[in-house]
């Protein structure tokens, strides 16, 4: 059977780029199905849903849109054309997706992409693709991202050879695509790491897979956590070993412009989808300063990261503690399945231990003490340990806990 | 004939996922080409260049590599892998190159495609893929990018597909590419454009159009300089129209931290190359403000752009202009074959003109006169108009002496 390429594209101005690319689908024996997203009617005989049709799902009309503003045009088609993308999808009627611009068409594009799994192709030949602000796109999805160099407005010696490329990246993705494999059958568990919890955590990891459980491993820096959260509320995790909460001292200390910035859901999916969850407040003996105010971390600790230069973290002192602890706590308290936290006095991350820059036992105590106090609501355990989070036999009682609850959840 | 895919990866630590890519680039019927550039030997089966014949490419050891860290270990591989990559591409033995990994994996990657040209299928699975960092990587090149969501440490349910769509997509991209048309034999012309140069830039390119000339657009927003530069310098064009030199706004004004920094070889390759051109201080009457210190646009009138809340522009004044003409004359009186400058002192851009924000004929009869001073070599020529930049006889004005330098140096 043909794989189908679902081609989102603005035809009001970008036709003639659009065409090339379609062509070169067909000649590599792909077909091909054409969403106009342009914020102005056409007839361009290539489209098979054209902006008209598109504006009559997200009842609005395409002849007064304009007339609301590009930004408004651009939010109501894109709109429209996540739920027409949403439905071919789930009708099995397409096989990938691709689109091309500059902020708008990538707007549209990824937009259109919304509701589309992880591992479903899609791509976009996007002129922001070599700037930061790609990230706003792609940061917690599979997109494939190709900057085309020049501009995205005719077909030209290099757009040519641009588009022909992408053309075959995406029909060559559909071509590729695994699907997951279901006999498989063994349940996912998501854990979470940082540079400074790995030898904890690849143990954990090591004695869960023992077990017989697949293991996925998130690295909590900011997209990481956006990542994970995103696929726990798909459905596609089991449970949760979130052993590296590190994200929590960005949010709640760095704020928003802080380097490790995640979503704000961070935390809140395993009881949104009431599955079993072990929680280890590891690595949030740090927070990386980048980007947050300066008053907020004068007269901490500041520690160096050894292998990136430009990384400076700082040590939350007992006064940041109550507000890390009241945030994670806030969140683990709506838990609705088997939760339990796990307190290492040990320390909460390989700096965290005697003679090291990070060392702060007095902190710690807050955190867990403010943890508690905002997380008991009754169902969740408290588990007090004297060892530090990278310790062996740490890692396994963590594992441990997590292999009781799954047995108890799902046997 | 089958295509030949170039796989970079470091066996050391991801053997597991490069022969899960390998393998499925065979089974869609591609072949492989695998360079090991792990900075520890190994003896993977898969490998065809493994990393102790990079090394002595390189002329170093890599039993004593690791010794001398991980950033010089990663610099001294990359190099040896960039000249065989470089070797195998100019012996036409591969047909595309993919990469993947972390801040590593990923450097030794883009370090390996360093002597790539634009349109050789090139594609990185980058966990930096979702972060602004990648554009340290892809700001200027076609390099493919895709974020695997989670780490790239092991095969699982995610990162099987999405290492089978990777492979999928470098393997499609090397079918899909088009040569670039020599028989059509148009000779290029650059050309650099700004929104608001849009009208007068867009009437040139089409004057030359109608003259013969294929004519590429550039945005100058920074990475549009540094793609430009590095295509002149490849010899990609025959001649440039640098209609919007505002990137020197911001290299002399705003400095390195400023939103639309370039190359500091802008403007320098036309003479490298000895073609034609043509300037115009388009858009020099702005700086976007982003990024630069605050001190240097105290004082300075300020505009918001329209679409884009966020970007605030400032306009240079008359001791501003003494700085951009200085930076733009000395790059002017390198020139080496025929070159113009044209001063439209009926203003620089769509805002620089009467009653509009950013109207001020006396800064910019600064600019005109240091651009002057420091261009003049007594071979460039230089071209008052009263016009703006905008203005359709002063864009014709552009596109015929453009012309006439094109015949002068070609024919």
Not at 41 to 51: C, F
Not at 156 to 175: C, D, F, R, V
Not at 402 to 408: G, L, S, T, W
Request: with cysteine; net charge negative; glycine share 10%.
């Amino acid at each position: 059977m043909k794989k189908v390429i679902c081609v989102v594209g603005t035809f009001d101005t970008k036709e003639e780029d659009f065409i090339f690319l379609i062509d070169k689908i067909h000649a590599l024996g792909g077909e091909t199905l054409v969403l106009d997203v342009g914020t102005k009617a056409t007839k361009s005989e290539v489209v098979d849903v054209p902006s008209q049709e598109l504006a009559k799902l997200g009842n609005y009309d395409i002849d007064t849109l304009a007339e609301s503003g590009r930004s408004k045009a651009i939010a109501a088609i894109s709109k429209a054309a996540a739920l027409k993308v949403k439905e071919l999808h789930d009708a099995g009627k397409i096989d990938g997706i691709i689109g091309m611009g500059g902020s708008g068409g990538t707007t549209l594009s990824a937009m259109a992409m919304k509701y589309l799994p992880i591992g479903f192709p899609k791509m976009i030949v996007s002129t922001l693709g070599g700037t930061p602000t790609i990230t706003t796109y792609n940061a917690d999805n599979d997109i494939i991202i190709m900057n085309p160099v020049v501009d995205v407005a005719g077909v030209n010696s290099i757009t040519k050879t641009i588009y022909s490329e992408a053309a075959g990246a995406i029909y060559g993705a559909t071509l590729a695509v695994e699907k997951q494999d279901p006999q498989k059958n063994k349940k996912r568990i998501a854990v979470t790491m940082y540079g400074v919890t790995t030898p904890g955590v690849t143990r954990t990891k090591q004695y869960l897979e023992e077990n017989g459980y697949e293991v996925i491993v998130f690295h909590a820096t900011g997209t990481g956590g956006r990542a994970l959260e995103n696929l726990i509320k798909s459905g596609f995790f089991e449970g949760v070993v979130d052993m590296t909460t590190t994200e929590i001292s960005n949010n709640s200390l760095a704020g928003e412009q802080g380097m490790c910035y995640t979503t704000t859901e961070r935390c809140e999916g395993v009881a949104k989808m009431g599955i079993p969850c072990i929680y280890v407040p590891g690595a949030m003996d740090m927070c990386v300063a980048i980007g947050a105010d300066p008053e907020i971390y004068k007269g901490r600790v500041e520690y160096h990261h050894n292998d990136m230069e430009i990384v400076t973290h700082f040590r939350p002192n007992a006064s940041d503690a109550l507000v890390q602890g009241k945030c994670l706590g806030e969140k683990i308290a709506k838990t609705t399945a088997e939760t339990a936290v796990f307190f290492p006095h040990g320390g909460l991350s390989m700096l965290d231990v005697p003679g090291e820059v990070l060392y702060d036992p007095e902190a710690n105590a807050v955190l867990f003490k403010t943890i508690r106090e905002y997380a008991d609501n009754g169902k969740v355990e408290f588990i007090d340990s004297d060892l530090n989070i990278n310790d062996e036999e740490f890692a396994l009682a963590v594992g441990k806990k997590m292999v009781d609850f799954m047995q108890k959840h799902y046997d």
